[in-house]
């Protein structure tokens, strides 16, 4: 037998009722004695005590197995008891909780003051269920169903069962619900029996039933208007699971509808089938503006054929007046081609033999010693006027052309680029190739524009010609450098837009191959027999020969031609291209496309002509100075009238010079002005 001592009065004020201590003995306690108090423990009492204690340890185990959490409260709300997983649930440990409030565990303030503690129920007897959120330590937000009960004793009892993952099933199906009801398709379920269990208010609008409890509970063949369409979108749905079609649906009131649907098969978890699943538009209306259109598709068809009727009919007229006109063209082409020939022939038969003749005569009077200085002058000028007449006869129409055909032509030319130019060219073909004196004259005065720009601009002093036969009808040209190359963007700058035109104009192709620092390969191919008079092609294509000592090292002034007429566009061109400074990167003939040149080329010069069709000089002048104010433009006119050149120096133009006065006076103002590149 053990003795307690009972030392003051808090010993006495916890022992008023029944207790079971430390050693298992059982006391109770006096209010009015004080002192030592001895107790004995019978063996029956001896034994109760074990098996309380193995009931208080069984409890404690089952509290820790229990799949919810578990706590234990004083009628004051005071946490005495709490198992593991209530710590796992709220992340807080248990010597954090007990002794606290049950408001101190981390519930959201948000759930607190929508839901308060109702410990009037509790005492009441009453069962209190709510929905709380917890905000662990990690921050992670937890949801739990708190269900709380006041115990016998005065105690509350709480089962904390974590339901966030339910909720979170519950928000998903929410929202499948939200889309599958608010959607303006014609929704619906069917279980697969075929008998509808759901369906949206789009399906009831669509199909004209004011309750949806007239809609459960039908079989789905009840809303089309074919039993037939019905059998057959379900054959189709049990073999792929999918289907989709248009069918003619049946309303409430009987009326037909088009619809246009999509159904597929509702399977479980383990892939068995449920039921179907379906969304369904009225494409009534869509259909009737398709026949619509293709009835209106039909009529248009038949007026557009006729009108193709007229159009041909007036196209046959215009072919002819067209072909009349060519014939016209081309009578005019060949007269001058005829005059040309006919001048070239005076100057070679005539004008050259005569002063060949003076030449000889007036060498006899040089070698008499009394003759002055000046005679011997005499001879030189005359030689001079001598090669002057043959340049001209040889840029009207080469008489090798005629004499000795084709290639004979091509090794002369190579042989002249050679002494005017220093440019060694390298010349291959057949001899014996048959084409006519228009197609030589063609070829002819292409590949010398094109040896003219190797001059110019590739910065080499050798070059290629090669002609060959790839098929009967037809003659390929190529010339080949190993110079600088250009990109391609700007191989018009480089004065292959007039070349293209031409060859183009008489079926055949041109093929241009260079890149910067590459050099470049031209190809141009021609047929022998074009259907195209030739003359169209190469007497508007006249030649600008640069100057033997041309170098683009030394060019400075990058010049725009602007006027209306042709003759006095290339006269222009060809007297500035003999100076070394100066080069004309593009033309123009009115002031619409002396405004898109000028924006394209960047020239530093542009010579404008005053009177012009579609835009004048003046206001292609006034937008030029507004875009492009580097720009220096020179007005030139027929008239020197004070009003216009009032008027082109009001609208920016630098200078303005009458068309009559001499070409120097030109050249003098260009240089005039620095160039915009440096």
Aim: glycine share 6%; charged share 30%.
């Amino acid at each position: 037998m053990k003795n307690r001592v009972i030392r003051n009065m808090r010993d006495w004020k916890t022992m008023t009722r029944p207790a079971m201590m430390g050693d298992g003995v059982k006391y109770k306690s006096h209010p009015h004695k004080t002192g030592v108090m001895t107790v004995k423990k019978t063996d029956k009492e001896r034994h109760t005590e074990d098996a309380l204690r193995k009931s208080e340890t069984h409890y404690r185990e089952l509290l820790d197995l229990a799949i919810d959490g578990i706590l234990l409260g004083s009628h004051e709300g005071m946490i005495i008891e709490a198992n593991k997983h209530l710590c796992t649930i709220t992340g807080v440990a248990q010597e954090d909780m007990l002794g606290r409030h049950i408001s101190a565990l981390p519930f959201t303030k948000e759930c607190l003051d929508k839901s308060p503690f109702r410990f009037d129920l509790l005492q009441k007897g009453k069962t209190v269920v709510s929905e709380r959120t917890l905000i662990r330590p990690d921050g992670s937000e937890v949801s739990v169903e708190m269900r709380t009960k006041m115990m016998p004793d005065g105690t509350y009892q709480s089962i904390f069962r974590d339901i966030t993952e339910r909720k979170q099933q519950e928000e998903e199906l929410r929202l499948k619900n939200l889309v599958f009801d608010v959607s303006i398709a014609a929704n619906s379920i069917a279980d697969i029996e075929g008998i509808i269990i759901e369906a949206n208010d789009a399906f009831l609008h669509i199909w004209g039933y004011p309750d949806k409890e007239e809609v459960i509970g039908k079989p789905i063949h009840h809303f089309l208007n074919n039993q037939a369409e019905a059998i057959a979108i379900v054959t189709a749905l049990d073999k792929t699971d999918k289907w989709e079609g248009e069918y003619t649906a049946k309303r409430k009131d009987g009326t037909a509808f088009i619809a246009h649907g999509i159904a597929t098969i509702l399977k479980d978890k383990n892939g068995k089938r449920v039921g179907y699943q379906s969304a369904v538009m009225d494409i009534t209306e869509r259909k009737r503006t398709e026949e619509a259109l293709q009835n209106f598709t039909a009529t248009l068809e038949t007026r557009v054929e006729a009108y193709t009727r007229e159009i041909q009919s007036s196209n046959i007229s215009l072919l002819e007046t067209t072909a009349r006109l060519r014939d016209l063209a081309e009578e005019v082409i060949q007269a001058e081609e005829r005059e040309r020939k006919r001048l070239a022939t005076i100057l070679h038969d005539d004008l050259q033999q005569l002063l060949v003749a003076a030449k000889m005569k007036t060498h006899r009077i040089a070698s008499d010693a009394d003759i002055p200085l000046m005679r011997l002058e005499i001879i030189e000028l005359l030689e001079k006027s001598i090669g002057v007449s043959r340049n001209i006869v040889m840029d009207l129409s080469p008489p090798i052309l005629w004499d000795g055909g084709l290639m004979m032509g091509l090794s002369w030319l190579c042989r002249w680029m050679r002494e005017n130019h220093g440019l060694t060219v390298e010349v291959k073909g057949p001899e014996d190739c048959e084409t006519s004196e228009p197609i030589n004259i063609l070829i002819f005065r292409a590949v010398r524009e094109l040896l003219f720009n190797v001059v110019k601009h590739a910065g080499v002093n050798r070059a290629s010609v090669e002609m060959d036969q790839p098929s009967a009808n037809l003659l390929r040209i190529v010339v080949r450098d190993q110079g600088c190359g250009f990109p391609p963007n700007i191989s018009e700058k480089f004065g292959l837009f007039r070349l293209r035109e031409r060859i183009a104009y008489i079926g055949g192709t041109i093929e241009v191959e260079s890149a910067s620092k590459q050099g470049t390969r031209i190809s141009f191919t021609v047929p022998l027999n074009p259907s195209t008079p030739l003359q169209d092609a190469y007497v508007s294509g006249d030649i600008i020969e640069p100057s033997p000592s041309s170098d683009p090292g030394l060019i400075k002034y990058r010049v725009l031609v602007v006027d209306d007429h042709e003759m006095l566009r290339h006269g222009l061109m060809e007297l500035l291209d003999k100076e070394n400074d100066i080069t004309v990167i593009g033309v123009a003939e009115d002031g619409k496309q002396a405004v898109q040149q000028t924006r394209m080329l960047h020239p530093d010069i542009v010579l404008m002509d005053i009177s012009m069709p579609k835009m004048n000089g003046i206001e292609a002048t006034r937008i030029i100075m507004d875009e492009m104010p580097e720009t220096c433009v020179i007005g030139l006119s027929m008239h020197d009238q004070a009003e216009m050149r009032r008027a082109m120096h009001e609208a920016g133009a630098a200078a303005y010079l009458c068309k009559g006065e001499p070409i120097e006076d030109l050249i003098t103002t260009i240089r005039r002005f620095p160039p915009v590149r440096k």
